[in-house]
């Protein structure tokens, strides 16, 4: 029993360090002295951190990147809430078949979506837009919202709504006062999601650029692409600590609201 | 507020011709019922009889497919769930998890625009009358069943409605506990003079609460009196059976004058009264009003005697209970004071009876399909 305990142990162990090292390789060699993307890194310099607040190309897209992803954030999460609240309460056969179709952004290969979406993107005009990249980007994070508010609904007794509205509650004070509080969790993550989806989200955006709208991730791709700039193993640190401080604090007011 | 002004409170209920069907199936068959102001109305019946169909129709949470439905004199046909004023107990409890306990309570208070002062004054006072004021910081999973069901109530009467609905508010609480709460519901009702109509599948707790019950059965009402009524005086073998203990006896019956005598396993019984319609007849017997014998004494003029066996035999502290089966395999149940002569397992008995204690029913197959 014991050696077999250990044995587990380190393949956990194991499993662990291979799914976190490469992202915590970015991390030392962002501080690389010399101007390239080698490991092990040598010296120690904040120039990458500099580099990526003062060079117009790095900041620009990044603010670009926050206003898509947080507008895509606000857009698909009523979409998506609207969405589940509604699925949930079709007692039809229908609802199975409609889920199905409001998933389908996750399933579809993104190459192949990128390609939909920049052909008829080509006629409107909508190429290197911002509400190109929001349209586009709301289609991809429906299904996390729908997802994340669905698994909230599935633990929301609905009869709390009866005894709401026994009590003289009409539907949308119901909605806000018990069901809203209720499966705000499941809306929240589902605006976390969303926006995680659009901030890191590369395969439509490479299509849908220009040179006048570019988000983060473009910006990365085609500068270690072109000159393999460590700006951006900066920018991956950066990313990495925002997202880690967002997902822990998330993960706290969660555990707080349970009661 | 005084009693007498509380008593005016309560609002008389009128459901006439009430018909629901889902498809081809009928929960609600024809129905009619009327609830006095401030009555504590139980209605009673087995599981898909239709007793909580009619409350839901009450409190709006159903639609009819026909007849007509008044609280208070007026008609609440088509008004929505929250503009009716009903408060409604559920057997789940239903409070808010994301509500302490004095929010929860204060919740309708809220919706009604009540100020702050005034309500924190009636939430306190609700939370007194069910014993939970020292519990208001609580949220509901802090609670147990018996803590929220108490909780839910108060919140169902904080806003002084009219009319009282309970849906088998008791139903997932242990036995003792329920029984102290129906005490204190009952205790409520009697403070509170609102009208109280209550769900149960459980005859003894419609007996212990109600000033009159219905007892519903398949969709429909098979009769409304209080409990010593339906006790004593059932309208329909169904009744007789769901209310009390009982022992029902078929046989081949001859009516001649006023009478109906019963052949059961070739023992002759009689009944000082006939069935108008000529229907086939059952005789219905309450346990306490059968005595046991020792086998073949002779008996009185007055009484109906059978020969059967002892093939039960309960203590039960305040007396016992015997189950006697008879000659045609038909069980009796007799409940004997302890000073009566105790029998045991076998032994031969005299089963007897005061012929003015038979009660003759028209037999119903559908009262014993719809037992459990």
């Known amino acids: 029993m014991k050696p077999f305990r250990i044995i587990l142990g380190l393949f956990c162990l194991l499993v662990a360090i291979w799914l976190v090292l490469p992202t915590l390789v970015i991390i030392p060699m962002s501080f690389n002295e010399k101007k390239s993307l080698a490991f092990p890194p040598s010296g120690f310099t904040w120039h990458w951190y500099e580099n990526f607040f003062t060079n117009p190309d790095w900041s620009s897209s ?101 005894a709401a509205a026994s009590l003289g509650a009409n539907r949308l004070t119901t909605f806000r006062t018990i ?12 605006l976390l999601f969303a926006f995680v989806t659009s901030f890191d989200e590369i395969i439509v955006a490479l299509f849908i650029t220009s040179p006048y709208l570019k988000t983060l991730p473009v910006q990365i791709y085609t500068s270690i692409t072109r000159d393999a700039d460590p700006t951006v193993t900066a920018v991956g640190t950066i990313i990495f600590l925002a997202t880690s401080l967002i997902i822990t604090g998330g993960l706290i007011i969660g555990s707080q609201r349970r009661r | 507020m005084t009693t007498s002004k509380t008593r005016e409170r309560g609002a008389a209920i009128d459901i006439r011709n009430a018909t629901k069907r889902y498809g081809s199936f009928t929960a609600l068959d024809d129905v009619s019922l009327h609830i006095k102001p401030g009555e504590f109305m139980t209605l009673l019946g087995p599981s ?14 159903t639609d009819l497919t026909s007849g007509e439905l008044s609280v208070g004199g007026e008609s609440i046909l088509g008004v929505p769930a929250h503009k009716r004023n009903i408060g409604v107990v559920f057997q789940h409890y239903a409070l808010f998890p994301h509500m302490t306990v004095g929010k929860n309570v204060a919740y309708p208070l809220t919706l009604r625009g009540i100020e702050k002062g005034e309500r924190e004054k009636r939430v306190r006072r609700a939370l007194d009358m069910v014993k939970m004021a020292d519990f208001a910081h609580r949220y509901p999973s802090e609670l147990s069943g018996g803590q929220q069901q108490r909780v839910a109530l108060a919140r169902a009467i904080v806003f002084d409605p009219p009319l009282l609905l309970m849906d088998e508010p008791l139903g997932a609480l242990d036995k003792k506990l329920r029984e102290w709460l129906q005490l204190e519901i009952k205790r409520i009702h009697r403070e509170l003079g609102t009208t109280f109509v209550y ?3 459980d005859q003894e707790e419609a007996l212990v609460l109600s000033d009159r019950i219905a007892v519903f059965n398949q969709g429909r009402i098979e009769q409304v009196g209080t409990g010593r009524e339906l006790y004593d005086e059932p309208a329909t073998l169904f009744v007789g059976k769901f209310i009390g203990e009982s022992t029902t006896l078929r046989g081949n019956a001859e009516t001649s004058g006023g009478e109906t005598s019963l052949t059961v396993a070739g023992q002759r019984i009689v009944a000082s ?29 007055s009484q109906n005697s059978l020969t ?19 000659r045609d395999g038909s069980v009796a149940i007799v409940r004997a004071p302890l000073e009566a002569q105790q029998f045991a397992i076998g032994d031969e008995v005299d089963l007897r009876w005061h012929i003015s204690d038979c009660k003759l029913l028209a037999d119903d197959e559908r009262a014993d399909l719809t037992l459990t």
């Open chain 1, 62 to 162: 990044f603010f670009n990147s926050l206003r898509v992803a947080a507008i895509v954030a606000v857009t698909a999460t009523i979409v998506g809430t609207l969405a589940a609240l509604g699925l949930s309460r079709m007692k039809h056969a229908g609802a199975g078949i409609l889920r199905a179709i409001l998933i389908t952004p996750m399933v579809v290969p993104g190459v192949v979506l990128a390609i939909g979406i920049y052909a008829v993107y080509l006629n409107y005009q909508l190429v290197g837009t911002t509400l190109g990249f929001v349209i586009a980007h709301t289609m991809l994070a429906v299904p996390f919202v729908l997802i994340a508010v669905s698994a909230s609904l599935e633990v929301f007794d609905v009869r709390l709504e009866t």
């Open chain 1, 179 to 190: 069901t809203l509080p209720l499966i705000l969790p499941g809306i929240l993550s589902g």
């Open chain 2, 48 to 61: 898909g009889s239709g007793k909580t169909t009619t409350l839901n129709v009450v409190a709006g949470f």
């Open chain 2, 199 to 201: 769900v149960t599948h």
């Open chain 2, 273 to 301: 009264n006939k069935l108008a319609n000529g229907a086939k007849p059952v005789i219905l017997l309450r346990p306490e009003k059968l005595s046991l014998a020792p086998g073949n004494k002779p008996q009185a003029d």
């Open chain 2, 308 to 326: 059967g066996n002892i093939s039960e035999a309960i203590y039960l502290g305040s007396g016992s209970k015997y189950q006697v089966t008879l």
